[in-house]
């Protein structure tokens, strides 16, 4: 395989990793909930649900918290793509898409898609969900495509004579 072929292999899942993941941090600050003419974000949705008080010391209550996690785990997979542990990257894009997806998945499911008074807004979970279908399939990628990379590095430093 050609040198441009192969950077385009590595580069092509890397890209759509981060568009992925820069979709699914976006998503997040789009409206979720709307209560008559005010949209909250899901980090406002968060804070409402914790100072609401209906989860005191549950498990949920952590999960809830998590939330806020989530820009510094994309933030973490980022920089270490950047420093060169690929598949540590990948592997928590894929975590975080996992969970944004699953979180965004069921509140598009159950926004109805409608203009509504009180519930779930349609625009942060759905955008929320393409940016975690999106970064999964990217991370799936950089992880099968880096396998290849990663032999053939082994390879040349042996032809090399290198151990």
Same mark, same amino acid.
């Given at each position: 395989?050609? @040198?441009?072929?192969? =950077?385009?292999? %590595?580069?092509?899942?890397?890209? $759509? ?6 979709? $699914? ?9 709307? +209560? ?5 974000? *899901?980090?406002?949705?968060?804070? $409402? ?24 785990? /994309?933030?973490? +997979? $980022?920089?270490?793509?950047? %420093?060169?542990? =690929?598949?540590? +990257?990948?592997?928590? #894009?894929?975590?975080?898409? /996992? !969970? ?9 499911? @159950? *926004?109805?898609?409608?203009? /509504?008074?009180?519930? !779930? ?9 393409? #940016? *975690? ?12 495509? #880096? =396998?290849? +990379?990663?032999? =053939? ?5 042996? %032809?090399?004579?290198?151990?």
């Amino acid at each position: 395989m050609s @040198e441009g072929k192969h =950077r385009l292999r %590595v580069a092509l899942p890397a890209a $759509v990793t981060a568009v992925g993941l820069l979709t $699914v941090a976006v998503g997040t600050f789009l409206p979720w909930f709307r +209560s008559g003419a005010v949209l909250r974000d *899901s980090y406002q949705v968060v804070g $409402v649900i914790t100072s609401l008080g209906f989860l005191r010391g549950d498990v949920l209550e952590l999960l809830l918290y998590a939330w806020f996690g989530v820009v510094p785990a /994309i933030t973490l +997979s $980022v920089v270490a793509y950047a %420093v060169g542990m =690929r598949r540590v +990257s990948a592997t928590l #894009g894929a975590i975080t898409a /996992i !969970i944004t997806g699953t979180v965004s998945g069921g509140a598009t499911v @159950e *926004s109805g898609g409608g203009d /509504i008074a009180l519930g !779930i807004a349609t625009t942060g979970p759905a955008t929320t969900l393409v #940016g *975690s279908v999106l970064a999964l399939v990217g991370a799936i990628g950089i992880v099968v495509f #880096g =396998r290849g +990379s990663a032999r =053939r590095a082994a390879h040349a430093r042996t %032809v090399r004579g290198e151990p």
